[in-house]
């Protein structure tokens, strides 16, 4: 049976949080592929190279966790970015950041991010709520077949580690 | 001798004829002049009828004449009483002009004493109109000032929210890492139990600094934001907050009551905020043994002097209550635990930074009002917020 890997792209500035996002995949049961960027220029950069191969194979990722805080570039401005391009605008996009703010959370929201969830202190929290936010794509992708996954509903937009439990 | 006694008689009948003659030709004039008499009288009588007449009417005329000079002289006589009592107003009238001269001439003396006041209050209002020209330069440099000092103060206000809101970010990250390393070492089974509880206490301190910076932040933001007043329903933003504190609400098996809420002219994301800090609350201090009860509800009142010396009985006011059944605490702290930092537990007992009631009273400012708390210890708590239903 062929392994289909998960192509996960992960935009963040901050090497403990790079790190964590690694070790949270170690011992998943899903199989992925990461992918990290470090600022908002390289993370465009980077889907602007993916989008301009497409002729030869498909490597834009199934998934992009994005961080709020990036130099260069932030991710609020990549997210608009990403969901005007035509290429692009079909990519979920996992918004990540260390605080919560409504009204921001709002304008994520109204730009087309997929979810949103702000990173929890304790690691095996951080753990779970990654791998559950990977498994609920993953099945929203194979449910769908086709490659534009729905937006949720605003009350579901963001993920904690309860509420994406009764989402899988 | 007879002969001459016929002599002297023929002489005597001759002039005695004569005599007769005479006598007789007077007799005729004396006819002819009686007939002309007698003419002339019926003449004379003629006229006299005429004149009769005339005598007649002239004397109906003369009686008429009579009665109309009686008239007239009854009309002179009354005229003559009416000339008199004019004469005695003209005296009277005469007495009071003089007078009224004399009052005239007063008057004018007044008058060129009060002109002459007049002429000094002028140039006193001269002076008063320069110096005010200088004190209106004067107040358009002070307006100028102010609207420079209001200037700086919003970009002041804007450089401070944006500081805040950087530096309560910055302060999290290096926080969140401090606690994340320390459930990865938690996780670690080869730590001792010392170990484990050291670690344990360390996390629990980057909580409450977490918290803390929370509770600043939105501290910070009621203060230094806009204030924009929209018709809300207070039944959402109830809604709203129970669905934040949905887990704890839960936990403590609470319930909430809310049914009698209307709207209100309010800053909704604060009151928002004013509202979960107060069910937080309730829900934080309720009673072990007894599941939570948090009744919310809301109604107009005219001012009543005898709550407040800061309502006005002539002002309607929205009056919100949030009642709970909690520990409550002693009446003598009810204006202590609105101020920043202070907590009336230690942090062992009852976590939590000692802003939440600081906010609370911030927001209640900010809608022009006032929030009174009552309470006794064991008996729950009231929080009564009243703010101008006109807002």
Known sequence: MKVVKLNILLADDDTDDCLFFEEALIGFQISTHLTTVNDGEQLMQLLADEVNAQNNLPVLPDVLFLDINMPRKNGKECLAEIKLNNKLKYLPVIMFSTSYEKEVVDKLYKHGAHYFIRKPPEFLVFKKVIQQTIALIAQELTKNRSVNISQPKRDDFVLTVQNSLTST | ?391
């Open chain 2, 1 to 391: 001798m007879i002969e001459q006694e016929l002599s002297i008689v023929r002489q005597e009948l001759y002039l005695q004829r004569e005599e007769n003659a005479k006598m007789e030709l007077e007799l005729i004039n004396a006819k002819n002049e009686l007939l002309f008499l007698r003419e002339e009288k019926g003449k004379r009588a003629a006229e006299l009828g005429i004149a009769n007449i005339e005598f007649v009417y002239e004397d109906n005329e003369k009686g008429k004449r009579a009665a109309e000079l009686s008239i007239a002289n009854k009309e002179l006589i009354f005229q003559n009483i009416e000339k008199e009592k004019r004469a005695a107003e003209l005296s009277i009238a005469n007495k009071e002009l003089v007078f009224q001269n004399k009052e005239k001439e007063n008057r004018a003396v007044e008058l060129g004493i009060a002109n002459k006041e007049l002429a000094f209050q002028n140039e006193e209002k001269e002076k008063r109109a320069a110096e005010l020209i200088i004190a209106n330069k004067e107040l358009a440099f002070q307006n100028e000032e102010k609207g420079k000092r209001a200037a700086e103060l919003i970009i002041a206000n804007k450089e401070l929210l944006a500081f805040t809101y950087i530096s309560s970010h910055d302060l999290q990250e290096p926080l969140r890492k401090i606690q994340t390393f320390a459930t990865i070492l938690l996780a670690n089974e080869t730590l001792s139990e010392n170990g484990k509880y050291n670690f344990q206490r360390m996390q629990a301190a980057a909580g409450r600094m977490q918290q803390l910076i929370d509770d600043l932040l939105a501290f910070s933001r009621i203060a230094t934001t806009e204030l924009k007043f929209e018709k809300t329903d207070l039944k959402m933003i109830i809604e709203e907050v129970k669905a934040e504190l949905k887990d704890t609400i839960q936990e403590k098996q609470a319930i909430i009551e809310a049914s009698e809420l209307g709207t209100a002219n309010i800053i909704a994301f604060q009151f928002r905020q004013l509202m979960y800090n107060l069910i937080s609350n309730a829900l934080k201090f309720s009673n072990v043994n007894i599941p939570s009860r948090i009744i919310i509800k809301s109604s107009i009142v005219l001012g009543d002097k005898s709550i407040s010396e800061k309502l006005s009985p002539k002002k309607n006011y929205c009056l919100i209550t949030v009642k709970d059944n909690g520990i409550g605490f002693e009446s003598h702290f009810s204006e202590r635990i609105f101020e920043v930092f202070q907590k009336l537990h230690g942090k062992e007992v009852y976590g939590g930074t000692g802003i939440g009631l600081a906010i609370v009273k911030k927001i209640v400012e900010n809608h022009n009002g006032i929030i009174i708390a009552t309470s006794e210890l064991n008996k729950g708590a009231t929080f009564d917020v009243y703010f101008p239903a006109d807002n």
